[in-house]
């Protein structure tokens, strides 16, 4: 048994690095496309302040999310989605 786990990890980590390497495709790939975080916000009628706040996230973060320095993952990018699509779920109250 331990054999086993051995070698399917063996091979995990062969395949790994093949893909790195470019010698191997995976089999399958992840993409999104980045919302436009500031016209989001613009659509709310929140200032950065006010929309990193109900976010709880530094205003930091939004400033580097709207530059494009940095974008947001996960959750975050359905929240942005939401929120473009329904600027009113997040509002001054």
Do not use: C
């Not at 709310?44 to 973060?61: P, V, W």
Request: no cysteine; aromatic share 6%; glycine share 6%.
């Amino acid at each position: 048994m331990k054999n086993e786990f051995y070698d399917d990890l063996s091979a995990s980590l062969a395949e790994a690095l093949a893909i790195a390497k470019g010698d191997a495709k995976p089999s399958r790939q992840f993409s999104y496309d980045v919302p436009d975080i500031k016209a989001i916000r613009t659509k709310t009628g929140l200032s950065q302040q006010q929309f990193a706040d109900k976010l709880n996230i530094s205003s930091r973060t939004l400033q580097n999310w709207e530059q494009g320095t940095r974008h947001p993952t996960g959750a975050s990018i359905t929240l942005m989605r939401l929120l473009d699509k329904q600027p009113d779920l997040i509002g001054l109250a």
